[in-house]
């Protein structure tokens, strides 16, 4: 009897986790969702109730409390209204509780005299913590920001008003852009590689590469 049942129980327990990784995904996927809601409606509680209560904020300060001062602060000396639009969103799993993924974000913002305009994307690291999954880390890269009626052409795309315009890291993360341009043409395609396992896309993409440190003001 343990012999036959065997094979059911396993297959209960693959289907069980099945579709609790389904479930972490679409749980995963609200995430910059309700980060951008919570952000452009300046609810700062239900913002900072998408990280952990030991969220690190700057280099020695921990904890919810410092991280709603932070963005508080953040939101009223830099703009007076956001609006966040969430793109395409990539999820890969290192366990049954942690993740990572990317997630592209076009951006809207009136600071002062200028609207600007931005598209960045965020490396996120994602983990669940009592049965919930929360944003663990959030690496913003950006490609630009531009008053509305002033495309970003050029160097230097991050062009704040009243600021020195400086680089967003919007490539930092992935070796292939230095790669593409420091090759010739044609160098890079004696042969096509094979494609890599379905949960193993971004890290591919990544070539073992370290996270970049990225300015993000």
């Keep these: 009897m343990t012999t036959d049942m ?3 129980a396993a297959r209960t327990e693959s289907l069980q986790a099945r579709l609790d990784r389904l479930e972490s995904i679409e749980e995963i996927r609200m995430l910059p969702a309700k980060y951008a809601l919570a952000l452009d409606m300046r609810d700062l509680d ?3 109730s998408l990280f952990p209560e030991d969220v690190a904020v700057g280099k020695d300060q921990v904890g919810r409390e410092h991280l709603r001062r932070w963005i508080d ?7 007076t209204v956001t609006s966040h639009h969430i793109g395409g969103h990539i999820i890969e799993f290192q366990d049954a509780d942690h993740a990572s993924g990317v997630v592209y974000s076009k951006n809207e913002h009136e600071t002062g005299p200028e609207w600007v305009i931005m598209q960045m994307l965020y490396w996120d690291d994602y983990e669940r913590i009592g049965g919930r999954w929360h944003f663990r880390r959030r690496l ?9 009626n002033k495309p970003p052409i050029g160097d230097r795309k991050m062009r704040w008003p009243g600021r020195e315009p400086y680089e967003g890291s919007w490539h930092a993360l992935w070796p292939s852009w230095k790669a593409f341009w420091n090759a010739k043409p044609g160098e890079l395609l004696p042969g096509v590689s ?3 396992a379905l949960d193993q896309f971004l890290a591919a993409m990544r070539r073992g590469s370290s996270l970049p440190k990225v300015r993000t003001r």
Excluded at 140 to 148: F, G, T
């Design 6 to 8: 065997a094979p059911d």
């Design 46 to 48: 239900a913002w900072t």
């Design 73 to 79: 602060d953040t939101l009223r000396n830099q703009f």
């Design 140 to 148: 913003p890269c950006y490609l630009y920001a531009s008053d509305l």
């Design 194 to 196: 094979e494609p890599v």
